[in-house]
């Protein structure tokens, strides 16, 4: 009996020994390889560009999880139920790290048996930016021409987009049509003096973006640009001017056959938008240079919107006679004036802004505003006469203790028997702010045909008479509206019986402030960086415009509200840019 017993316990031990083999045996087979995963090859890319970034996984036994590390941070992950392959892909956006530079992806999975991979890499090598192929163009350009911005055209000369090269117009005169695509590079060669002169009766269509702007510069490497290292853009339209008469035309400054003038006033000579000119100003004679933006009698047909002339050599932006309109213009660090009219210059200008440099102005004097009928203040019409509002000239003076040039002069230098209308202006930062010179522009003004309306004079604190001052010293005299001339000994002026201090605070929102403190300004518009141009909340500057006839919707005081007009397309450091790319 218990033998019986006995042979029984074994053999049912034996059994569930077998069993436990059996079934371990079962489950050690059950389980499949661990997952395996093959990382893309190595890619390579400039800055801004798109990697795809990929994978491809196996897991016999099904996936569960997939991680992907950049440069051993968190990147990417991603969750399975079951799947036994994968094909993974991603984009990754080079970021801005030096050429060569190497971003390292590793990818690892584990399966539904928590079993993981090995861990797989793949590289992403930023390379450099292969330089765009220069084209030399000179000479005479007629027909239709297109630059892409897949070159780099370069000015050699003067290029002349068609052949009107005489005094009268020719209408047989062989004519051109320049295209410039967004994005485009072009730069002017040194040591000829390069030029783009648009001709009378050609068309030149620049359109940039905010995102893609077309520039005009210096052919010099980032580091050695200077102003006056090439000549300009200049249009030459055939709208009426107060020097000529009938298809006669006049010659702009240097003799270099830029005629311009006609009796069409809706001229078009085309469409700019989104274009920057720098470094520019070239002399073609001794003290005769040309400007950043030269334009000769355009029409109102020709648009001109979102343009910028930076470190220039003579004026920012000059208009001889004309009726072109223009809209968010910036003149950053010419030499000269700002902006410069004269000859019957009758356009509509908004939202524009002048800043100075504090060491940077020219030995005829510099201003935001300089004003002419024509050099010898005649009577000669259509008078000098534009309309402006929504303004914002920036002088050099930051604080009383900034050093500025000596040459630096007036916010609004108004003389010669011009007619303009100013509105919804700042001047700030200049050792006088409005200067209206010689007895027939005080008698425009008392007759109401120079208007200066909701205009903000603002000094600088602790800086000469009540903010206003000279030169390097700390407190010289200066004026916010001059009450004497210039001549040695000053003689006191008036417009009718009143000193023109007293005029201009007569006007409908005029103001004259001690310092441009609570206006809502940053200071950041005095230095040399990319500035806040938006008002602070609360400034003086919020409120109290008008809206002058044929101008768009604007309220506050100055070229900006809320909006940065400027925004992308504008470049305030274009001393250290890399064109070549």
Known sequence: MNFRRLTQTVLTLGILSLALIFNACKKTEEIGPAPTITAGSTATGIVGSVAKITATINAPEGLKTLTVLKNGQAFDSKAYTGATTDSYTKDYTIESLPVGSSVVFTFQATDQKNQSSTVSTQVVTVSAVPAKPVVTVQGVLTGNINWTKGNIYKLVGFVRLGADTTETFSATAATGNLTIEAGTTIIGDRATKATLIVQRGSKITAIGTADAPIVFTSERAAGQRESGDWGGLVICGRAVNNQSAGDKGIQLEGSYKGWHGGSNDADNSGSLKYVRVEYAGVPINPNQEVN????????????????????????????????????????????????????????????????????????????????????????????????????????????????????????????????????????????????????????????????????????????????????????????????????????????????????????PGNKVLATYAGLGLSQSVFQAVTPTFTLANGGTLATGGIVPTGFAAATFIGAFGSEDWTAKWSNFSPGTTDYSK
């Open 292 to 507: 950043s933006f030269t334009m000769g009698s355009v029409g109102s047909g020709t648009t001109m919107e979102y343009l910028q002339a930076s470190y220039g050599l003579d004026d920012s932006f000059e208009w001889f006679g004309g009726t072109v309109n223009g809209k968010y213009l910036i003149a950053y660090r010419g030499l000269d004036d700002d902006f410069d009219m004269d000859f019957g210059f009758r356009g509509n200008l908004q939202f524009i802004i002048g800043m100075r440099g504090a060491t940077l102005a020219d030995q005829s004097g510099s201003n935001g505003f300089e004003v002419d009928n024509d050099g010898q203040g005649s009577a000669l019409t259509p008078f000098t006469a534009p309309v402006i509002s929504n303004a914002t000239l920036i002088g050099p003076k930051e604080t009383n203790a900034t050093s500025i040039s000596p040459q630096f002069q007036n916010g609004m230098h108004l003389r010669r028997n011009n007619k303009i209308k100013v509105y919804n202006t700042l001047v700030t930062g200049y050792p006088n702010g409005i200067f209206i010179d010689g007895t027939n522009t005080q008698d425009n003004a008392k007759g109401g045909d120079l208007v200066l309306n909701r205009v903000i004079i603002a000094g600088v604190a602790g800086w000469g008479t009540g903010g206003f001052g000279e030169g390097t010293t700390v407190a010289p005299n200066g004026f916010s509206v001059r009450d004497v001339n210039t001549a040695t000994p000053a003689a006191a002026i008036t417009i009718g019986t009143d000193k023109p201090s007293v005029w201009f605070a007569a006007q």
